[in-house]
């Protein structure tokens, strides 16, 4: 059994332990070790959290001081954590350098990693706690890695509910307030209204947010909700028949909002608005896009039917287009069905990009000429007999030639 520092202080970046096994492993592929420490500081991946990073010092002989000093860049008789996991309460420190057995080490965890986490991890709490009391649910699922922290719950929510637990938890913050955590006793467990996902045994671990949120949690937290800086939930959505809400807390939250302030201010610019009116600018441009569409569409659409009627009494006709939506393509195809019993094809784009093609006929197979041209050119597509479309990576001169000895004209 590992013991486990994190469990008590949280904030404790640096221990010395002795190194209880060592086994070679593979890890990602590549040569790794297993090591076993008597106690550890570092998290394991548990509990949908991704576990810490950091290095282990060989201790000089006889020293038994902490690595308070060690700078975490440095290569010079250190050993990198890859990964950390824990099973029946041993914790294993996967590295990339072996240790020999009773060999006394330093452990130095990633501290902004850590403190990150302790943010998002806290923010969770205030978040969930505020969703189980207010609206009566349950989060049923959590993650939190570098990218992204989300949170399923067995509800849904209006958009003003979103609003409402997004203050009500900004609230606990700003009362900056201590976090308490404890391990009650088994008589004591009982008298507690907790949450957790499951039935536990043995030392229940519980971490308390007075008047927010109480929760069976083995992960590290902050000691004062201030710390946690901000709680931002930046999107929900229906998943599962409930929920799922991403949060960003604290640093996070921070860069999140920084970016998407320099996107508004580039929007600005763009649009020659002040922030306060590109909304209506963006929706001012918006209209005239749709307006050019709608007229490129029309124009689009009495090209091709121009085109169609240049070729129209040719056996085979072909339509060649450099632009076209794949409506009108369909639609100069089937202009074209209706006046002879070939093949009818349409390719639209140019040589260097490729071209999208349907081609159609009331009585021949689509899908023997289709087959035919993958033999010869590379084709993406596929259809039924009297019509198939795709595309296909070839030149307009090679395509031609292809129809000619094929007998197709």
């Given at each position: 059994?590992?013991?486990?520092?994190?469990?008590?202080?949280?904030?404790?970046?640096?221990?010395?332990?002795?190194?209880?096994?060592?086994?070679?492993?593979?890890y990602s592929?590549?040569?790794?070790?297993?090591?076993?420490?008597?106690?550890?500081?570092?998290f394991?991946?548990?509990?949908?959290?991704?576990?810490d990073?950091?290095?282990?010092?060989?201790?000089?002989?006889?020293?038994?001081?902490?690595?308070?000093?060690?700078?975490?860049?440095e290569?010079?008789n250190?050993?990198?954590?890859?990964h950390?996991?824990?099973?029946?309460?041993?914790?294993h420190?996967?590295?990339?350098?072996?240790v020999?057995?009773?060999?006394?080490?330093?452990?130095?965890?990633?501290?902004e990693?850590?403190?990150?986490?302790?943010?998002?991890?806290?923010?969770?709490?205030?978040?969930?706690?505020?969703?189980?009391?207010?609206?009566?649910?349950?989060?049923?699922?959590?993650?939190?890695?570098?990218?992204?922290?989300?949170?399923?719950?067995?509800?849904?929510f209006?958009?003003?509910?979103?609003?409402?637990?997004?203050?009500?938890?900004?609230?606990?913050?700003?009362?900056?307030?201590?976090?308490?955590?404890?391990?009650?006793?088994?008589?004591?467990?009982?008298?507690?209204?907790?949450?957790?996902?499951?039935?536990?045994?043995?030392?229940?671990?519980?971490?308390?947010?007075?008047?927010?949120?109480?929760?069976?949690?083995?992960?590290?937290?902050?000691?004062?909700?201030?710390?946690?800086?901000s709680?931002?939930?930046?999107?929900?959505?229906?998943?599962?028949?409930g929920?799922?809400?991403?949060?960003?807390?604290?640093?996070?939250?921070?860069?999140?909002?920084?970016?998407?302030l320099?996107?508004?201010?580039a929007?600005?610019?763009?649009?020659?608005?002040?922030?306060?009116?590109?909304?209506?600018?963006?929706?001012?441009?918006?209209?005239?896009?749709?307006?050019?569409?709608?007229?490129?569409v029309?124009?689009?659409?009495?090209?091709?039917?121009?085109?169609?009627?240049?070729?129209?009494?040719?056996?085979?006709?072909?339509?060649?287009?450099?632009?076209?939506?794949?409506?009108?393509?369909?639609?100069?195809?089937?202009?074209?069905v209706?006046?002879?019993?070939g093949?009818?094809?349409?390719?639209?784009?140019?040589?260097?990009?490729?071209?999208?093609?349907?081609?159609?006929?009331?009585?021949?197979?689509?899908?023997?000429?289709i087959?035919?041209?993958?033999?010869?050119?590379?084709?993406?597509?596929?259809?039924?007999?009297?019509?198939?479309?795709?595309?296909?990576?070839?030149?307009?001169?090679?395509?031609?030639?292809?129809?000619?000895?094929?007998?197709?004209?």
């Amino acid at each position: 059994m590992t013991v486990l520092l994190y469990d008590r202080d949280a904030y404790k970046t640096d221990f010395i332990a002795s190194v209880f096994s060592c086994e070679p492993i593979k890890y990602s592929g590549k040569d790794a070790f297993d090591i076993v420490l008597d106690q550890t500081a570092f998290f394991p991946e548990q509990g949908g959290q991704d576990c810490d990073s950091g290095k282990l010092f060989i201790c000089g002989e006889g020293k038994d001081a902490a690595c308070s000093d060690k700078d975490d860049t440095e290569d010079v008789n250190s050993i990198n954590v890859l990964h950390v996991s824990i099973k029946s309460d041993v914790v294993h420190h996967i590295c990339d350098i072996p240790v020999a057995a009773c060999t006394k080490v330093c452990g130095k965890i990633c501290w902004e990693q850590r403190f990150d986490r302790m943010q998002q991890h806290s923010g969770e709490h205030l978040v969930s706690g505020t969703v189980h009391r207010f609206f009566g649910a349950d989060n049923v699922g959590f993650h939190l890695s570098a990218r992204e922290v989300t949170l399923d719950f067995n509800t849904t929510f209006e958009e003003n509910d979103i609003a409402f637990i997004e203050d009500t938890v900004n609230r606990a913050i700003y009362e900056n307030f201590e976090t308490h955590i404890f391990f009650p006793s088994a008589d004591e467990l009982k008298t507690l209204d907790y949450r957790s996902k499951k039935e536990l045994t043995g030392q229940v671990r519980i971490v308390e947010y007075p008047g927010y949120d109480m929760c069976a949690c083995c992960a590290p937290h902050v000691k004062r909700t201030g710390e946690i800086g901000s709680i931002r939930i930046v999107a929900a959505e229906h998943f599962k028949g409930g929920t799922r809400m991403w949060i960003e807390c604290g640093k996070r939250s921070l860069i999140s909002a920084r970016a998407q302030l320099n996107d508004t201010r580039a929007i600005s610019r763009i649009t020659s608005a002040k922030i306060s009116e590109i909304v209506p600018a963006v929706e001012k441009i918006s209209d005239a896009l749709k307006d050019a569409r709608f007229k490129l569409v029309k124009f689009e659409r009495d090209s091709i039917l121009a085109l169609a009627d240049e070729v129209r009494a040719e056996k085979n006709p072909i339509i060649w287009i450099d632009a076209c939506d794949q409506d009108n393509l369909r639609l100069g195809v089937n202009t074209l069905v209706s006046g002879t019993d070939g093949y009818c094809s349409a390719f639209c784009g140019n040589d260097d990009d490729g071209y999208r093609f349907i081609i159609a006929s009331s009585s021949k197979d689509c899908r023997a000429l289709i087959n035919s041209m993958k033999s010869a050119f590379e084709i993406r597509g596929g259809g039924s007999p009297d019509m198939v479309q795709g595309t296909i990576k070839a030149k307009r001169s090679e395509i031609a030639v292809f129809y000619t000895e094929a007998g197709i004209e």
